[in-house]
């Protein structure tokens, strides 16, 4: 299910991004070929000097990719994501662990049990995998209205998270009975042990019919054990994925695409101030149009040659 979540927001965020780069590659495509034809017929041509706004076209592709790369980097673009539910009992530090995980205050903390009401949600990124973290409220039994409410939702979470944090602290100890309760079976899960830097308690373990469950021991409070935590997460998740196909490893292709495609343009936008040869010019154009139809999966040769015609009426 998480596999096929992915699948579905890379697929609509490639499907924008591939038509995005379509358009940048027309512009491209179109001033090579105002260079090619200088090139390819220097008898007929002017010598080769772009308008200010050909120019500007150019500056302007340029900003896009770098604009593109951004994206990638905080991939703010990715709403939808894998869904990852922190639970456990009240005050074990679950709004904590939220925040060490986002590196922000998003959820309130405080030392009194029942802090968290209302789940709190919030998109995050590991390793270009988009993911959405959901704290809820703490799961006990209790009276207060409020509280019920709240616990009900952490459980609809559950149901429908893809992962679960499943939360406990030095001192409680793992029940199989509360487990089986609270989490579906064949849900994945991470067992999180939080507050390791108390000295007080022995940490809790998990009982023999369920030790397959990985385990992360950390401290939310010294921010200790996030990372793994984090590692942890993104291995379980892709874990089922088809490598292959795999979206996860197209995004950070297509990013060095568009790093490779900036390299080109800065050469030929400095090159066109210096006076550049046209041969190298066209060159390094090329180079970013390449660059930029590995992304579309399109080939650089047959729609320069398209476009030169229909623009110029060449051979005619
Ligand atoms: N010593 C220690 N204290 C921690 C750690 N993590 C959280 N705490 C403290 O435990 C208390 C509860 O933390 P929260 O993050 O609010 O716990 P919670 O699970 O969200 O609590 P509820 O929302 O009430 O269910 C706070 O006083 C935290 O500072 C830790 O790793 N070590
Ligand atoms: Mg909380």
């Known amino acids: 299910k998480s596999a096929n979540a992915l699948k579905f927001a890379t697929s609509q965020i490639l499907g924008t991004l591939g038509k995005n780069i379509q358009e940048l590659r027309k512009q491209l495509i ?39 790369i951004r994206q990638h980097n905080d991939a703010c673009f990715l709403k939808e994501g894998i869904r990852v539910t922190i639970c456990g009992a009240p005050n074990v530090g679950k709004s904590s662990l939220m925040n060490r995980l986002l590196e922000k205050d998003r959820s309130i903390i405080t030392a009194v049990p029942g802090t968290t009401r209302d789940p709190v949600e919030e998109g995050l990124n590991i390793d270009g995998v988009p993911f959405v973290i959901t704290d809820t409220a703490g799961i006990h039994q209790t009276d207060d209205l409020v509280e019920i409410i709240g616990i009900e939702k952490a459980k609809d979470h559950i149901t429908t998270s893809d992962i679960i944090l499943y939360m406990k602290e030095p001192g409680a100890e793992f029940s199989e009975r509360e487990f089986e309760k609270l989490v579906p079976p064949g849900k994945k899960v991470i067992f999180v042990v939080n507050k390791i830097d108390l000295c007080e308690g022995n940490l809790p373990k998990l009982s023999e019919k369920y030790r397959h469950i990985p385990t992360v021991e950390i401290s939310a409070l010294l921010n200790k054990g996030v990372q793994e935590l984090k590692q942890k997460i993104l291995n379980i998740s892709i874990a089922d994925l088809d490598m292959e196909k795999s979206p996860v490893i197209p995004n950070l292709r297509h990013k060095k695409a568009l790093e490779q495609a900036v390299e080109s343009l800065e050469a030929a936008l400095d090159g066109l101030k210096n006076g550049q040869a046209e041969e190298i010019l066209a060159i390094d154009i090329k180079t970013s149009i390449d660059s930029l139809g590995t992304i579309t999966g399109e080939t650089a040769s047959l729609d320069i040659l398209d476009t030169i015609f229909s623009n110029f009426c060449i051979g005619k």
């Open 30 to 68: 179109h001033f090579l070929s105002l260079i090619e034809v200088n090139i390819d017929f220097p008898d007929d041509s002017v010598p080769f000097r772009p308008s200010e706004n050909e120019i500007q076209a150019l500056v302007d592709v340029l900003e896009k990719c770098r604009e593109f």
